[in-house]
């Protein structure tokens, strides 16, 4: 289901097809609750994760996560010559190394993430990586940011396919949430129809996340569509 379809769909449910209430430019209405129910969708199910192996320098313990494609929500889990790294935090250090451990070296066996300014994320390994360290793989797993949906024919989350079965359910989000902006009795039991629908959904889509991630066989509920325009 492409934007437009989304569009004609949201429209039905909220009962504007020509989009004079809940517009689609200038501002985008749709558009926005349609990237706040993706946002929520991509957090709670992890459902675009990406994967960028950096090399390990010797004597440098901070490398720029600038590199990576996308903006990043959160990092899942690093690995340094194959093994995961733990992330911990730096207050965690200060507890338990009762010394300035700014300048430990030897081989990492600890990250975390240091982020002054949200564009400019860093990763930090703990202890200060040697000469036997430099070469070696850094593997970094992330979770990153959709990309907003602004011509007709795109698809919503970069086109992801495994989500294509459940798109109806962003519609249903999203017309909740812009029937909340009216809070009228009647949009109130409206947008609590739509919600239920939207966050059955999202639990179909957290489940087929959740089992790639275990590699155990899907057991998915039939996809309902409770309403076609």
Do not use: C
């Not at 994967?51 to 490398?63: A, K, N, P, S």
């Not at 249903?172 to 009647?186: H, K, T």
């Amino acid at each position: 289901m492409d934007l437009a379809a989304l569009q004609t769909l949201i429209g039905a449910l909220t009962n504007d097809p020509s989009h004079d209430r809940y517009r689609v430019s200038n501002p985008d209405d749709i558009g926005t609750e349609l990237d706040n129910v993706m946002n929520e969708w991509n957090v709670e199910a992890g459902i675009l994760k990406d994967v960028v192996t950096l090399t390990t320098v010797d004597g440098t313990q901070t490398y720029n996560l600038s590199t990576l494609t996308g903006t990043i929500i959160r990092v899942e889990r690093v690995t340094h010559k194959g093994l995961e790294l733990r992330k911990i935090d730096k207050m965690y250090l200060d507890s338990m190394t009762g010394h300035d451990w700014s300048t430990d070296e030897g081989t990492p066996t600890h990250f975390y993430i240091e982020a002054e300014d949200p564009d400019v994320q860093q990763l930090v390994l703990y202890p200060i990586p040697q000469g036997e360290d430099a070469g070696a793989n850094l593997k970094i797993e992330y979770l990153k940011m959709h990309t907003s949906m602004s011509a007709s024919t795109d698809d919503p989350f970069n086109d992801n396919s495994l989500v294509a079965p459940y798109h109806h359910g962003l519609a249903y989000g999203a017309a909740s949430r812009l029937l909340l902006r009216d809070p009228s009795p009647e949009n109130l039991q409206r947008a609590s129809s739509y919600q239920k629908i939207a966050l059955s959904v999202k639990a179909d889509v957290i489940q087929v996340f959740t089992a790639l991630e275990k590699e155990e066989p899907l057991q998915l509920r039939p996809v309902f569509h409770p309403f076609r325009s």
